[in-house]
């Protein structure tokens, strides 16, 4: 039998760099110890996912960030009024357990966050990481920011984002771009290592502490929306999850709000 709380131990245990006192980590809402049959998974529980997942009769949704706005989903505040409410509801009456990996899954190898950013965007040849290990920088061939910005909106439009913003030169030559995971994107440190270009997203990159400095030292900056760096990486951990518990069905779900833009 397998509950969310076998899940998120089985996760857990294998993350020396999760405090497992104090992390995010955890049960949201519902019994933790219900068996399982299909579980979903999404990078945002927006109201359109929950449905989704009810209406697929999963028994559990992980999510990576946040339920009820708030990064540690703390009682009261949102779960009891307006939206929240609705989610508060809606979860109370289906029964479906709510489980977020957020702190485990930013730093997960190979199909984690970061890593699977990368795999979408085509970045192969890897360089260096930072001593954090939250950014990591590529090489790629030697051209034009223009042109490389061009590159990643192309890769990112199936991921949500139909347009990427830019700062910097767009003649400038780069050939060592960097990301990091979600609000850790790339900064200074990997300035100082060579980076070129930083790939980041909006909620971590803000243009007056940020984004105006790293242009100022020379470099390209590219900014995406928050989920649009991290959704490979939870679509990734439905395989995971197949493979570790093969007799659960296991879906995806991507219905969260997208950004868009108008010209």
């Known amino acids: 039998m397998t509950t969310a709380n076998i899940i998120r131990d089985h996760v857990l245990n294998k993350c020396s760099w999760v405090d497992k006192e104090t992390t995010v980590d955890s049960i949201k809402i519902g019994d933790g110890d219900k068996p399982l049959k299909k579980v979903g998974v999404c990078w945002y ?8 997942a009810i209406d697929a009769e999963c028994d559990l949704l992980i999510t990576h960030e946040p339920t ?14 307006g939206p929240g409410l609705k989610k508060t509801k809606l979860l109370e009456k289906s029964g479906m357990v709510v489980l977020r990996l957020h702190d485990s899954w930013d730093r997960w190898p190979k199909i984690g966050i970061r890593d699977s950013f990368a795999k979408a965007l085509g970045l192969n040849n890897f360089v260096l990481e930072s001593d954090d290990h939250w950014n990591a920088m ?3 061939p030697e051209q034009t920011l223009k042109n490389f910005a061009g590159y990643v909106a192309e890769k990112v439009k199936p991921l949500g984002d139909d347009a990427v913003q830019v700062i910097g030169n767009p003649n400038m030559k780069i050939r060592y771009p960097s990301i990091g995971i979600g609000c850790g994107g790339p900064k200074d440190n990997m300035i100082e290592k060579g980076s070129d270009v930083l790939i980041m997203c909006f909620d971590g990159a803000s243009y007056w502490r940020d984004r105006d400095r790293f242009a100022e030292q020379g470099v390209g900056v590219i900014t995406l929306e928050h989920g649009t760096t991290e959704v490979s990486g939870m679509e990734a951990m439905t395989g995971y999850l197949k493979e570790a518990w093969p007799e659960l069905e296991v879906q995806y779900f991507d219905n969260h709000w997208k950004a868009w833009h108008a010209n």
Not at 45 to 52: L, M, V
Not at 69 to 81: A, N, Q, V
């Open 45 to 52: 529980c927006s109201i359109k996912t929950i449905k989704s």
């Open 68 to 81: 009820w706005w708030d990064h540690f989903d703390s009682p009261g505040g949102w779960r009891d009024k």
């Open 138 to 140: 590529y090489e790629v």
